[in-house]
């Protein structure tokens, strides 16, 4: 079987510039904070920035984001000519990553062709989702790649490896050249990334962890990485069978990393529902199972029963909040108990779901085994944890 990874040129802004103002959080975070984006703004000013070549999907919800995606092109554009970034030779980066939270977690970029990746609950691709893809999140996703001539990804993939042998012999390589290594702003720790040249082995080092046909299950991103997909989809149709194979549109830039890494944390994804009653939506909240749930009401917490299995807590809990959802309710995801707290206390239409965590070992045997997990079954750690937008790669 062919291998999903392909060796890509990684662009990345040249020397000199300011690395901390470059990257930022990924776009799926803290889509209702509207003060971290503006403070954002405030310390990135004029400076080269991802957040320049990226749309915070904040800004989904608040219209006037057609404009903003022709900002995004503009801007990459604008970079392109400004000479910010610098193409490196076909490669990985080996990339290290500190946080308050974790004190360590090794990943590495790479490419991995579309052509096997599948979003279908059940599918033997090499590449998998891991939850429930929702098909209308992806056009206004797609209207933004289709403008872009680069993608910046915050798409993370787990793979299978207990016994660290595709990452460790790279950990141990005093060799590797040192491409950053910079503080990251807003709370996001420390990252450094290294040139990996020697791609072969490593690629060699994958096979032999890939498990009943599947290599990689989607962690971080599904719907970016679906958003790829239909995008390529769209390109592959004009053009000839030879073409189809060198693209760049065929190869999405990913950060792979072992589900076994110890910076890799399972945390619940809750749920927020805006625009409700409270007291009429805890009425009838389905109690049932041994597992621990709250409600959030007014900043307290309210502890309910929900099923043991996580995924099973959040199909309940979704069903439930379908019923309120229209009418000027909506639901957003949230990560932590503080925020939580936060948002219900200073809205009191506003109502959290506290959700169970998963335990990461379980999840390629949940996925082999029934298919796509529900959406937002599980976050891996905290916003301030999720991949900054550091790399680059040409998708025209």
């Excluded at 910076?263 to 109690?287: L, S, T």
């Amino acid at each position: 079987m062919d291998s999903c990874i392909v060796a890509p040129e990684i662009l990345l802004p040249v020397k000199g510039t300011d690395m901390t103002a470059w990257a930022v959080i990924a776009c799926d975070q803290r889509t209702s904070d509207a003060a971290y984006w503006a403070e954002l703004e405030q310390k990135v000013g004029d400076k080269p920035s991802t957040l320049r070549l990226t749309l915070p999907e904040i800004w989904l919800e608040t219209g006037g984001w057609e404009n903003k995606i022709e900002a995004v092109s503009d801007s990459i554009k604008e970079y392109r000519a400004r000479g910010v970034f610098a193409k490196l030779p076909k490669g990985f980066v080996l990339v290290q990553r500190d946080t308050a939270y974790s004190p360590s977690r090794t990943g590495i970029v790479l490419a991995v062709d579309l052509e096997k990746y599948s979003y279908r609950k059940e599918s033997g691709a090499q590449i998998r989702a891991t939850e429930a893809t929702i098909l209308e999140r992806i056009p206004p996703r797609l209207k933004i790649r289709e403008k872009a001539e680069i993608e910046f990804p915050h798409i993370m993939l787990l793979f299978d490896d207990p016994d660290d042998i595709v990452l460790g012999p790279l950990k141990a390589d005093r060799s590797l050249e040192t491409l950053y290594d910079f503080e990251l702003n807003m709370g996001g720790g420390h990252v450094r990334g290294k040139f990996v040249s020697d791609y072969g082995p490593v690629i060699e080092r994958f096979e032999k962890v890939r498990k009943n046909g599947v290599l990689f299950m989607v962690g971080d991103g599904n719907h970016s990485l679906a958003t790829a997909k239909a995008s390529w989809e769209n390109i592959r149709e004009g053009l000839p069978e030879e073409r189809r194979k060198t693209h760049p549109a065929r190869y999405a830039l990913c950060e792979a990393v072992n589900i076994y890494d110890a910076g890799i944390r399972f945390e619940a994804i809750h749920r927020i529902v805006k625009g409700v009653d409270a007291n009429a939506f805890a009425k009838d909240f389905p109690c049932e199972g041994k597992g621990s749930g709250a409600l959030c009401i007014g900043g307290k917490f309210y502890r309910v029963s929900m099923p043991e299995d996580a995924a099973a807590a959040v199909r309940s809990a979704d069903g439930y909040i379908s019923r309120f959802t229209g009418n000027g309710v909506a639901v957003d995801y949230i990560h932590g108990e503080n925020a939580l707290a936060e948002l219900t206390a200073a809205h009191a239409d506003y109502v959290g779901v506290l959700l169970p965590k998963m335990d990461k070992s379980e999840l390629f045997g949940q996925v082999l085994r029934y298919g796509s997990l529900p959406r937002k079954t599980f976050s891996m750690g905290e916003s301030e944890e999720k991949r900054y937008y550091i790399e680059g790669k040409e998708i025209r």
